[in-house]
């Protein structure tokens, strides 16, 4: 059964950080592209940042800079080390994974809603 699960959420002020981890389990991770995703209340789910199977990495426009995507392979593990939080990065952030192999930039733009594994999701609040 596959599992994936967020954790290091939490409620921080702007200009601090956050590292978000991702455990996986019941598939191959290292086959599967992975990605993280984030919803705000009212919006639509986005994708944040991606990394796919050879270690290809995509951002979000409004993250670039800020955010970093890594995978360790060997502990089945995604991370999203978030730096100069902003109020506007407040949503629930997603981990999810996908098989078909596409390059990075495709699930960026469209793999919010079209990705094979989802996980519960990890709640980000930051204040001003």
């Known amino acids: 059964q596959v599992h994936l699960v967020e954790s290091g959420g939490g409620s921080v002020q702007a200009g601090g950080s956050l590292r978000l981890s991702c455990v996986a389990s019941g598939f191959v991770f290292s086959t599967h592209s992975m990605g993280w995703f984030r919803q705000a209340a009212g919006k639509k789910r986005e994708g944040v940042a991606s990394i796919d199977t050879s270690g290809r990495t995509t951002y979000t426009d409004s993250v670039k800079g800020r955010f970093t995507i890594s995978r360790d392979n060997a502990e089945n593990t995604l991370s999203l080390q978030m730096n100069s939080l902003k109020p506007e990065d407040t949503a629930m952030y997603y981990c999810?994974?996908?098989?078909?192999?596409?390059?990075?930039?495709?699930?960026?733009?469209?793999?919010?809603?079209?990705?094979?594994?989802w996980g519960k999701g990890t709640l980000v609040t930051i204040s001003s």
């Open positions: 999810a994974a996908d098989r078909r192999g596409y390059d990075a930039g495709w699930y960026l733009n469209y793999g919010a809603y079209d990705m094979n594994y």
